[in-house]
């Protein structure tokens, strides 16, 4: 409702972006799907729009693309679509990041969550907000440095992720936490 009062306001600023569904007239919406929603609400009659030949591969990484710069999404809702797309496109890492307009290390740290426990990755898809790309990192690197005593790693980590969904520990201070406990038990 707030795009649709801004579009009634100010107009339409940028066109969405569509790809021919293969049946005649009917296209598919690669990016401005809140836009098209925006002027339904409004009852508008037709929306401004830009046909592009995209397969399906460039049209996850271009709806991928959009939906990054939207600042509801989570971090880990960012994962997410970057886990989604195709070995292909995830194979050259520096032109995945720079076609997404990203930092190359930010998206190695989006990416971090893909090396964390499933306990940990199945709360996330439901409380997506509660563990930063940071604090992914983090975790990332606390297992990799303790590999070779992975399962206390691992046993510390769920007694500190678990402090965690409490609210008894904050996020960036859940690493630091599993590698002091780590600590005392070999003591």
């Known amino acids: 409702q707030s795009l649709a009062n801004s579009i009634k306001e100010l107009g339409l600023l940028q066109p969405i972006i569509v790809r021919s569904s293969g049946e005649s007239n009917q296209y598919e919406i690669i990016s401005g799907e809140r836009r098209y929603r925006a002027f339904q609400l409004l009852e508008k009659p037709y929306i401004d729009c830009i046909v592009m030949d995209a397969t399906d591969e460039k049209n996850s990484l271009l709806a991928l693309a959009e939906n990054i710069n939207r600042e509801d999404l989570t971090d880990y809702e960012i994962y997410l679509g970057l886990h989604s797309l195709s070995p292909e496109l995830k194979k050259n890492k520096q032109k995945l990041a720079k076609s997404l307009g990203m930092i190359r290390e930010d998206m190695y740290k989006y990416l971090s969550y893909e090396k964390l426990p499933s306990y940990i990755l199945q709360d996330l898809n439901q409380q997506p907000n509660v563990l930063s790309r ?24 769920e007694q500190a992720w678990t402090k965690l969904l409490k609210k008894e520990i904050e996020q960036t201070k859940l690493a630091l936490y599993a590698e002091k406990q780590l600590i005392q038990n070999q003591q």
């Open 134 to 157: 940071t604090a992914a990192t983090a975790l990332k690197k606390f297992l990799t440095d303790h590999h070779n005593q992975a399962q206390e790693a691992e046993r510390v980590l």
